[in-house]
């Protein structure tokens, strides 16, 4: 199992344009499971999204498709994400000898 983190933030005043856009973007392929969304706002808005891909054969499509997906968005002045692809701290350890 694998997971994708996606962060980003964009201006309060273009939260109109990017919900809009959300609803015109092609879904996600159903290997991809959206575990969490959390939102918050302090002057822009922030967004932390966590991806669960069950099939680790399928991580780098996955990459692929999320990263095409959130590119849909750079068209909107401010709108602003990072990619982190991230493992669970018992694969973390295991690539050092300690799991």
Request: glycine share 8%; no cysteine; charged share 25%.
């Amino acid at each position: 199992m694998a997971y994708i983190v996606i962060t980003g933030s964009f201006p309060a005043h273009v939260g109109m344009e990017v919900g809009k856009k959300f609803l015109e973007l092609e879904k996600l392929p159903d290997y991809i499971e959206t575990e969490h969304v959390f939102n918050t706002a302090a002057g822009d808005y922030a967004f932390f999204t966590i991806y669960k891909i069950e099939d680790d054969s399928k991580y780098f499509d996955a990459l692929k498709a999320i990263t095409k997906r959130f590119s849909g968005y750079m068209d909107i002045v401010g709108y602003k994400y990072t990619l982190h692809p991230v493992l669970e701290a018992k694969d973390a350890l295991s690539m050092v000898g300690l799991g």
